[in-house]
């Protein structure tokens, strides 16, 4: 199954620049220093959502997820492998994206190497 609504894709504002490619951010600098390694930093970040997109429209679900809080069910995450397409190399990532109950745009909740 591909992605539902996939051509609506859309990486967060500052979900790359303050997470995926901070090297100060607590839990997104270890991701940093990969992300970087292949080539993406803050000159080409349009490079690196292109890439993340790319994923999100060409490649498989591999886990579905309801997001559900204190009982209430918000929505569904969807787990996407692929392989980023970096300008000094290529990595094999897991991206998560959920889709709000009330929403038909898949937005991108993080990325994790392989």
Request: positive net charge; without cysteine; charged residues 25%.
């Amino acid at each position: 199954m591909k992605l539902p609504y996939r051509k609506k894709a859309f990486v967060p504002p500052g979900k790359i620049d303050n997470y995926l490619l901070s090297l100060s951010h607590p839990g997104g600098k270890n991701k940093a220093v990969i992300y970087r390694r292949i080539g993406f930093n803050d000159v080409n970040r349009n490079l690196f959502e292109r890439a993340l997109l790319v994923i999100a429209h060409t490649k498989s679900v591999t886990g579905v997820r309801d997001i559900i809080s204190s009982g209430i069910y918000y929505g569904k995450s969807y787990e996407i492998i692929g392989i980023i397409r970096g300008p000094r190399g290529n990595r094999r990532v897991k991206t998560v994206w959920k889709i709000l109950s009330n929403t038909r745009k898949p937005s991108l909740v993080t990325v994790s190497p392989m």
